[in-house]
């Protein structure tokens, strides 16, 4: 069973509106948790990490919460673009090079 | 900075033939390097660990013969497909960690399409 589960599995949205994906995680111990945004035939580009302590981080109109009580992270897309249509990657770090892929979000986003 | 290159982009090649895919860090040193593929519409699987200059290790189920991973220096390292098979067809990625950083910084290459006829 995946440590990492992330809803929705795919979504669609009108250009504008805003979203948000969720990741949930079992992964034991915990490092931190990177938000992880992918174009079709290209390799994932970092968006947000943030540590045992962090409950929010954002990046300009990306803004990732977690909970590391409830083992829950959340990643808010404000006022989608068409650019932001890509698979959206929750990856959590047990240890320094032991990383848990979610299986990814893939978020469209239409005119 | 903290840029990775992957060349070739893609490639087709046919069954039985090896195919070797180069993973640069452009501007920094790694010491370790990560080999991924991934499969449509899945996630990222880890298939190696490469540490410079030492053998790599690699995840359950990752043949080590058929995937061989060569890390000579701390900008480079290499994963070569042996006797390929139209299964191999994948996407295959590398990352890179930043020598001297906190081991959280992992860069990922742009991805290497490769399609075995």
């Known amino acids: 069973k995946n440590q990492v589960e992330q809803s929705p599995q795919s979504l669609i949205i009108l250009e504008g509106k805003n979203c948000t994906l969720q990741?949930?995680?079992?992964?034991?111990?915990?490092?931190?948790l990177r938000w992880y945004k992918q174009d079709t035939g290209r390799g994932p580009v970092s968006l947000t990490i943030?540590?045992?302590?962090?409950n929010t981080k954002s990046n300009g109109r990306y803004t990732a919460t977690l909970d590391a009580d409830t083992k829950q992270s959340s990643l808010h897309i404000t006022a989608s673009q068409l650019s932001d249509s890509a698979s959206y990657i929750c990856?959590?770090?047990?240890?320094?090079?032991?990383?848990?892929f979610g299986a990814g979000t893939r978020l469209t986003v239409k005119p | 900075g903290a840029v990775v290159s992957q060349h070739p982009s893609w490639v087709i090649c046919k069954s039985g033939t090896s195919v070797k895919i180069e993973c640069r860090s452009l501007?920094?040193?790694?010491?370790?390097m990560f080999w991924y593929r991934q499969f449509p519409k899945q996630s990222l699987m880890l298939m190696a660990t490469s540490n410079e200059g030492s053998k790599a290790t690699y995840e359950q189920g990752v043949e080590k013969d058929k995937f061989l991973i060569n890390h000579a220096s701390l900008t480079l390292s290499t994963l070569t497909v042996t006797s390929a098979h139209p299964e191999d067809s994948s996407f295959y990625i590398c990352?890179?960690?930043?020598?001297?950083?906190?081991?959280?910084?992992?860069?990922f290459g742009p991805g290497t399409r490769l399609t075995v006829t």
């Open positions: 501007d920094f040193q790694a010491t370790t």
């Open positions: 943030m540590t045992f302590s962090e």
């Open positions: 990741c949930n995680y079992t992964v034991s111990p915990f490092s931190n």
């Open positions: 990856v959590v770090s047990a240890t320094k090079d032991d990383m848990r």
């Open positions: 990352s890179a960690a930043r020598a001297g950083g906190s081991g959280d910084e992992q860069y």
